[in-house]
């Protein structure tokens, strides 16, 4: 039988632009369908964007557009991050797409003929931000526990799903298929919701507060609430309920979330598709919070971190291998530039990087330019054994989410092949001509090992794994799977190597306090250009000062009596960093033909030069004693 995979992200509310989270869900949704094609599943991945409800429609109405060209327009950004990060999603569904919008209402008919939605009164505290009505028991202090703000109350009159009637059938579903919902962590949060009593789902809206949604297809006063709406595309994003790849992919779908949406498709999504007469997904795989780190940033040194941004600054593979490395599936994990840049250059620039280009470097040498033909008498088994035990590793790992786990056990198979380059001295082998034979089934084991290792990190760095693969006189990359390294030898002798730059270039993480430092060694931006002729209108002339006194009731301004060949008044902001008394005597240099000004009552003739010291200011100052009143040029 064809083994079959589907995996979906949700589908993402278009009131926020794309951040960490919508890119790490997305691209662990992209690793596993990878991972899947690479292991000859047939593959769909899907993703899109949620668009209807009065978030969207109160935030177009803010932005003074109508809600579909507000939607029109964030959905466009997803769409168009997604290749960026290498997602390789093969359908893009929008909730305003008109399928979507008859496979809710074929689902909204067939529920409501069932007899499981009927009209009722409701009246009860309604969070606009969440956009639900919440019970007394579930605020805290009488607010939203998410937007602590106090709930309005509201009376409606509206159409409910009867969810209730489906919660024995659900718990003994969880309860019978452990990993319904995974990690064990989420399934037990799904049950503990269970244990209280499960209230029908109030699943309309009325038009007279909110038109921007589905309309119910048996009452047109009413729009579809907008989690009813939006679970719905996981089905009409493979062609529900006629489609051959409705059939073929929905037995085998699996959803990818974070966990604060745990309760609409552990608790809502099941019992809908339960009354719709439609089995329930396989698996329900619930993720953490990439907690970034706002302490560490301020905003006035312009280092705030945008993980987004990082992918730019550090390249996307290694972007793609430290999320899936440094978050444990399900858990909370925090995100900070400087781990990022330590995984960069230990696991990616010195192990793999470095294995890569010393085996290149060592094939080249001793092999002519292209895979030599090893000697099979006396093979040394270490790699192909340790290649084995990545793989079944990796395998295991990935059955159960785990990829930083697996992502672990390639980078051990790594450094097994980088120690075996030490034990094996393949430079010792060159000198000597009769051990030719041993140094070239060597110099094969080492790029075979190259082979596997690109062939296991593609799921998570596709581009990497490209690069290896060619560089190593693979001839078509792509059809390298899970397969073709179940056993050793599949690189073909005789191919030629290409070359290529180093894989994974070190960098140098600037910490804040370098990158301020950093910041002020930095050239001010100039002025625009002036002639000559406009540099000669101002007047430059040395002044001696005869005289200063602190100007009354400021803390900065200070009166000078100078000497420029004539007797004037000045006033200079200098007097936090000099004392009045300290000031008589000294020679500066002031602007003379300044139109004359008042500073706190005081007339000003002209301005001193002064710049910044290390601390405060300092005059312009002479190394030797001018003559009072010359010229400046
Ligand atoms: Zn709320």
């Known amino acids: 039988m064809e083994k079959t995979f589907y995996i979906t992200t949700p589908i993402y509310y278009v009131n ?13 949704a992209d690793v596993l369908a990878r991972y899947h094609r690479l292991q000859g599943y047939r593959t769909f991945f899907l993703t899109g964007t949620d668009e209807h409800g009065d978030k969207i429609a109160e935030a177009a109405r803010k932005a003074g557009e109508s809600p579909k060209a507000w939607a029109d327009r964030v959905s466009a950004q997803f769409r168009d991050l997604w290749p960026k990060l290498s997602i390789s999603n093969d359908g893009f569904i929008r909730t305003t797409d008109p399928d979507h919008v008859r496979t809710v209402q074929y689902i909204l008919r067939k529920v409501h003929e069932a007899g499981d939605i009927y009209f009722s009164d409701y009246e009860g505290l309604y969070c606009v931000g969440c956009e639900r009505f919440y019970m007394e028991k579930e605020l805290v202090d009488g607010k939203c526990p998410q937007h602590l703000t106090v709930p309005e109350v509201r009376k409606e009159s509206n159409y409910f799903f009867r969810m209730g009637k489906y919660q024995d059938w659900l718990i003994r579903h969880i309860q019978d298929h452990p990993d319904f919902i995974r990690p064990e962590r989420y399934r037990n949060e799904a049950l503990a919701f269970l244990r209280e009593p499960l209230e029908d789902l109030c699943i309309s809206r009325p038009k007279s507060r909110l038109t921007w949604g589905i309309s119910l297809p048996f009452d047109d006063n009413y729009v579809t609430y907008v989690w009813f709406d939006a679970l719905i595309n996981y089905v009409t994003g493979i062609g529900y309920p006629d489609d051959e790849k409705f059939r073929t992919f929905w037995p085998a779908a699996q959803h990818l979330i974070a966990k604060d949406i745990l309760k609409p498709h552990g608790i809502y999504w099941p019992t809908m ?60 994990s925090s995100f900070s530039e400087e781990a990022f840049v330590q995984r960069i250059n230990s696991d990616l620039a010195n192990d793999l990087g470095n294995l890569e ?68 001295e393949p430079w010792s082998l060159a000198k000597n001509p009769a051990d030719k034979g041993r140094l070239m089934t060597v110099l094969y084991d080492l790029l075979e090992a190259l082979r596997v290792i690109a062939v296991m990190i593609s799921p998570f760095m596709p581009g990497t794994a490209g690069k290896i693969l060619e560089r190593i006189g693979v001839a078509e990359p792509a059809a390298q799977t899970f397969e073709t390294i179940r056993s050793w030898g599949g690189l073909a002798p005789g191919s030629p190597f290409k070359r290529g730059d180093a894989l994974f270039p070190r960098v140098e993480f600037k910490s804040e306090e370098k990158a301020a430092e950093q910041k002020d060694k930095k050239m001010e931006p100039l002025k625009p250009e002036i002639s000559y002729e406009d540099f000669e209108k101002v007047d430059f002339r040395v002044a001696r000062i005869l005289s200063a006194e602190p100007v009354p009731k400021s803390s ?43 500073l706190m009552g005081v007339e000003s003739r002209g301005m001193l030069l002064a710049t910044d010291a290390v601390e405060g200011l300092t005059l312009i100052g002479f190394d030797k004693p001018p003559k009072t009143g010359a010229k400046v040029r």
């Open 16 to 28: 926020a632009s794309p951040h960490i989270g919508h890119a790490y869900t997305t691209i662990v």
């Open 357 to 424: 280009s010393r085996v290149r470097t060592m094939a080249v040498k001793f092999c002519q330019g292209s895979v030599p033909e090893p000697e099979r008498t006396a093979a040394d088994r270490t790699l192909p054994e340790a290649a084995q035990k990545a793989l079944a590793e990796m395998e295991a790992a990935f059955a159960e989410l785990a990829m930083h786990k697996a992502l672990a056990a390639i980078w051990e198979f790594i450094n097994t092949v980088n120690r075996y380059i030490v034990t094996s």
């Open 556 to 598: 900065k301004l200070v009166k000078l009596r100078i000497d420029i060949g004539e007797e004037r008044t000045i006033v200079a902001g200098i007097a936090k960093d000099y004392k009045p008394e300290d000031l008589p005597g000294k020679s500066i240099v002031v602007v003379a033909n300044l139109k004359p000004t008042k």
């Open 273 to 332: 598709l339960k009354a719709a007469g439609i089995e329930p997904y396989r698996n329900l795989n619930v993720h953490g919070y990439w907690n970034v780190d706002q302490s560490k940033m301020s905003k006035s040194l312009g280092n705030v971190v945008r993980p987004l941004e990082l992918k730019d600054k550090y390249g996307l593979d290694p972007f793609r291998y430290f999320l899936l490395r440094d978050m444990v599936f399900g858990l909370d």
